[in-house]
């Protein structure tokens, strides 16, 4: 004889597995840091859909005229929300900041800069259990599959000295800036380096 299966069990036992699923995803948490077996950063992959914090042309941390490229600055939802309500960043937080090329010639255009190609992306990780300094700091290229930490020589000394709050460049970021000095957590001498 066959028996009959209550449609309220069928529901449950789908909406449980549906959970159970979702909850084993390694993306149930859009925006935090995966690793490699042998600590390589994985790539965010869904970084345009973060929060963007500005963009920069042409920034150089040296006096001297390079390429002119526009960098533009993304940090997931999460850690944005985190940071408005403490001027802190939390753990695992993620920055991209993804590099284009600048051009001012093409289609209608006649004066001004308007971004073009993708030039690469660097990752700005803080991960208190993975990195003793709490901060690293990552270069991708396209089709770069995993990245290793770049020596601390380089970036992270640059976001230690200079940063506004904490290894974070605040003081570009003009809808942070203001949120970081109600908390306390700016650092004004940031502004004043020759």
Same mark, same amino acid.
């Given at each position: 004889m066959l028996r009959l299966i209550p449609a309220s069990l069928i529901a449950v036992v789908v909406v449980l597995a549906a959970a159970v699923l979702l909850g084993a995803s390694p993306d149930?948490? %859009?925006? /935090? %840091? &995966?690793? #490699?077996? @042998?600590? &390589?950063?994985? %790539? %965010?992959?869904?970084?345009?859909?973060?929060? *963007?914090?500005?963009?920069? /042309?042409?920034?150089?941390?040296? !006096? &001297? !005229?390079?390429?002119?490229? *526009?960098?533009?600055?993304?940090?997931? &939802?999460? !850690?944005?929300?985190?940071?408005?309500?403490?001027?802190?960043?939390? @753990?695992? #937080?993620? *920055?991209?900041?993804? @590099?284009?090329?600048? #051009?001012?010639k093409g289609s209608i255009n006649k004066v001004g800069h308007y971004q073009t190609d993708s030039m690469g992306i660097g990752v700005e990780v803080k991960d208190e259990s993975r990195f003793p300094d709490k901060w690293a700091y990552f270069n991708f290229d396209e089709g770069t599959k995993s990245a290793s930490a770049n020596p601390k020589a380089g970036c992270w000394n640059c976001h230690e000295q200079h940063a506004a709050v904490e290894h974070v460049f605040v003081q570009f970021y003009p809808t942070l800036k203001p949120v970081a000095k109600k908390f306390g957590t700016y650092r004004e001498a940031a502004e004043n380096v020759q």
């Open positions: 149930s948490t %859009p925006g /935090l %840091p &995966q690793y #490699t077996g @042998d600590n &390589q950063l994985l %790539p %965010p992959s869904d970084y345009r859909e973060w929060i *963007f914090l500005s963009s920069g /042309l042409g920034m150089s941390y040296s !006096a &001297q !005229a390079g390429h002119e490229m *526009f960098t533009n600055v993304f940090v997931p &939802q999460w !850690a944005y929300r985190e940071f408005m309500k403490s001027g802190k960043w939390p @753990d695992k #937080t993620m *920055f991209v900041v993804e @590099d284009r090329g600048s #051009t001012s």
